[in-house]
Structures are given as C-alpha cells and as structure tokens.
C-alpha cells in the first residue's frame, strides 16, 4: 500500500464548494494523510522540518489547490521555497524525494475549453503546470498527470459529488498501486479517461 500526503492549499477552505468536498473525499480512505496548509500555517511560517518528515514519511505527495493566477496560492508557493531545500530535495546531496510520486489535483474557474490552444487561456493545463512539474522532476521525483476538475463556479451539487467521487478513485487506486503509472505520467490529464487507467481489486474483473 502506497501512502499519500494530500497537502490542501486554500486560503477559505470554509468557503469552498470544490475542494472542501475533494478534501472530505481524500480524508475517508485510510493510508491518506490529509495536510491543511493554510489551517497549519495562517501566518505563513512553515516548519520546514515536520513538513521534511511528513514528505519522507509517504510515497505520493498530492498537491490539491484551486488555480490561482494559473499557478499554486501564495501558502503552497512559499511551501515550494522553502521545504524543497537545496541538499535535501535537489542538488549534488539532496536526495530525499527520488523514486516518490506527485500529482496536482486542482479547480479552476475556467471552463475546460479554455485550456487548450487556440482557446481563451491559450494552453493546456499541462503546459500552464510546466514550472511545477519541472520542480519536482529536478528533485527526482515522477510527475503524473494533473486531476482537474474545470468550470468549479455554478458547477452543480451532483457535478461536484461526481469528481469528488472520481478523485477519491483515482486515489484509492494509486494507494493499492492499480492506476497504469505510466499511461498517467504521459495523458494531458489524469481525469480524463480516469477509469481506463485503473485495474479492478484482485479478484474482481
Ligand atoms: C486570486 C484568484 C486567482 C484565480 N485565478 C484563476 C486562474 O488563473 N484560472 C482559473 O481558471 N480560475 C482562477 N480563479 C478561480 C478559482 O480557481 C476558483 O474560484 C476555485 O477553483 C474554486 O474552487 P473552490 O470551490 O474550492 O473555492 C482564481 C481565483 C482567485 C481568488
């Protein structure tokens, strides 16, 4: 059983239709860590060292966020800036993260159509992820494709409930390692398609 770190970087956690439900989705299958950073964190001093431990301590980080200006909240940024230490996460010494997985799980306000080329935000996710994805190859580790879930304003209850539900799935796979990690490293997105990729339980076809 893999185990997951599921860190949530929203600054209104409260206020959120999306990822309040995603979170309760990840916080009810066992082997996941659910890490609120903000609630953790509200004055953005982040101990560098339990967060050190907790990555250590599990296999797949998820990184689970709402877009902000087509990249992480601020709380998750200076995460990245100061957790991923020169001799620890990268460079010549810092190897405490090769061979650990990581995939973003993020809303956004932008329909699916906008992210494509030719469309309003003019490139893919994948493409717009580019920065963070490279963050985490450097520190050795493998960067699956992102889980989005798009057109999060007006979205209807049972919508929301459909991804959350499709989230906790792709999770629950990825802990009991059926999710083709390959297939997912090199797919646009990992929620398209999602069930194409996981293998049932043993025993069950
Ligand atoms: C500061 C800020 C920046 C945002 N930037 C983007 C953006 O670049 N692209 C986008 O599609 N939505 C953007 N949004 C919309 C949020 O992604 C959206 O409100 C969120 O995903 C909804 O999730 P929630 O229900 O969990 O709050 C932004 C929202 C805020 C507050």
């Known amino acids: 059983m893999q185990k997951i770190l599921v860190i949530v970087a929203h600054p209104a ?37 339990r967060e050190q431990q907790l990555l250590k301590a599990h296999d797949l980080l998820v990184l689970q966020h709402p877009f902000f200006w087509y990249s992480v909240p601020p709380l998750l ?81 049972e919508q929301i409930d459909r991804h959350a539900a499709a989230y906790g799935r792709a999770l629950e796979a990825l802990r009991d390692e059926r999710l083709d990690l390959e297939a997912a490293m090199r797919r646009p997105r990992l929620d398209d398609g999602l069930d194409e990729l996981i293998r049932p339980p043993a025993g069950q076809s």
Not at 31 to 47: Q, R
Request: overall charge negative.
């Open 13 to 49: 956690l409260e206020r959120s239709r999306i990822n309040r439900r995603m979170a309760a989705a990840a916080e009810e299958l066992e082997g996941v860590t659910l890490h609120d950073l903000y609630e953790a964190y509200p004055d953005f001093d982040v101990d560098v060292g």
């Open 77 to 157: 940024k200076q995460w990245i800036d100061l957790v991923l230490e020169h001799g620890w996460a990268y460079g010549s010494e810092g190897k405490a993260l090769v061979g650990k997985r990581v995939l973003s799980a993020i809303s956004t306000g932008g329909r699916e159509d906008a992210f494509r080329r030719g469309g309003h935000n003019r490139f893919t996710m994948r493409e717009l992820l580019a920065p963070i994805e490279q963050t985490f190859v450097l520190c050795g580790m493998d960067y699956l494709a992102p889980f989005c879930v798009h057109g999060a304003h007006g979205m209807r209850r």
